[in-house]
T-cell receptor, first 114, second 113 residues
Framework: DSGVTQTPKHLITATGQRVTLRCSPR?????VYWYQQSLDQGLQFLIQ???????AKGNILERFSAQQFPDLHSELNLSSLELGDSALYFC?????????????FGSGTRLTVV | AQSVTQPDIHITVSEGASLELRCNYS??????LFWYVQSPGQGLQLLLK??????LVQGIKGFEAEFKRSQSSFNLRKPSVHWSDAAEYFC???????????FGGGTRLMVKP
C-alpha cells in the first residue's frame, strides 16, 4: 500500500456520460498530480494541485476538470466521455509542490467507456 | 521541449543475467530523474531517484542507475535478474520546479527461465 488511495478501481460507463475519480494523497503530502495512461499516448500529465490551488496544467482536455478540497483529497471529473477516454488514470502525491522528496503513485482507476 | 526517451520497447533476458535499461533525457538543465516499475494491473513503484551528488544511485530490489551528464542518460542496471522483475519500467524526469513528471514510453522486461 503506497498510501495514496484511488477510488473506484474500475469504472465502466457509456459514451456521453460523466464520471468522478477520487484520490486521497499520502498523509502529509500537499500536492496531487493526475496522470492518464493509455496505450497510444503512454503516461501523460494532466494537472497538479498544491494545497488546494491549481499549480500546473498539462494535456488536459476541456471536458476534464479537477479540484483539490480543504482536506487535500482531489477529484478528477471527466464529462461527455468518448471511447478514446478509456485509460488508466493515476493520482500521485508529493510533500511539497516539487518532486524533491519523490512522488508516490496510487494504484489507479481503470476507466472503460463503451 | 522537455522529453524522456526509452529506446527499447521490449527487452528479454534470461534469469540470472545482467540487465541494463536505457533512458535519455532532453532538458535545459539537469533534471530530477526517476525510475519507476509497473507490474501488470498495478500502480507505479519508485525504484530510485537522482537529484544531485553521486552519479551512481542505489535503489530498491537491487537496482542501480548511473547518471551521465555528457550522454544525457540515466540507465538502469541490475547485476542478476529474477523472474519477479518481469514488468514495465518507466524512466521519468522533472525540472527543478518539479511541477510534473515527464515519462518515457516504457520498456517491457520479460525474463526467460
Amino acid at each position: 500500500d503506497s498510501g495514496v488511495t484511488q477510488t473506484p478501481k474500475h469504472l465502466i460507463t457509456a459514451t456521453g456520460q460523466r464520471v468522478t475519480l477520487r484520490c486521497s494523497p499520502r498523509s502529509g503530502d500537499l500536492s496531487v498530480y493526475w496522470y492518464q495512461q493509455s496505450l497510444d499516448q503512454g503516461l501523460q500529465f494532466l494537472i497538479q494541485y498544491y494545497n488546494g490551488e491549481e499549480r500546473a496544467k498539462g494535456n488536459i482536455l476541456e471536458r476534464f476538470s479537477a479540484q483539490q478540497f480543504p482536506d487535500l483529497h482531489s477529484e478528477l471529473n471527466l464529462s461527455s466521455l468518448e471511447l478514446g477516454d478509456s485509460a488508466l488514470y493515476f493520482c500521485a502525491s508529493s510533500v511539497l509542490g516539487d518532486g524533491i522528496y519523490g512522488y508516490t503513485f496510487g494504484s489507479g482507476t481503470r476507466l472503460t467507456v463503451v | 521541449a522537455q522529453s524522456v526517451t526509452q529506446p527499447d520497447i521490449h527487452i528479454t533476458v534470461s534469469e540470472g543475467a545482467s540487465l541494463e535499461l536505457r533512458c535519455n533525457y532532453s532538458y535545459g538543465a539537469t533534471p530530477y530523474l526517476f525510475w519507476y516499475v509497473q507490474s501488470p494491473g498495478q500502480g507505479l513503484q519508485l525504484l530510485l531517484k537522482y537529484f544531485s551528488g553521486d552519479t551512481l544511485v542505489q535503489g530498491i530490489k537491487g537496482f542501480e542507475a548511473e547518471f551521465k551528464r555528457s550522454q544525457s542518460s540515466f540507465n538502469l542496471r541490475k547485476p542478476s535478474v529474477h523472474w519477479s522483475d518481469a514488468a514495465e519500467y518507466f524512466c521519468a524526469a522533472s525540472n527543478n520546479a518539479g511541477n510534473m513528471l515527464t515519462f518515457g514510453g516504457g520498456t517491457r522486461l520479460m525474463v526467460k527461465p
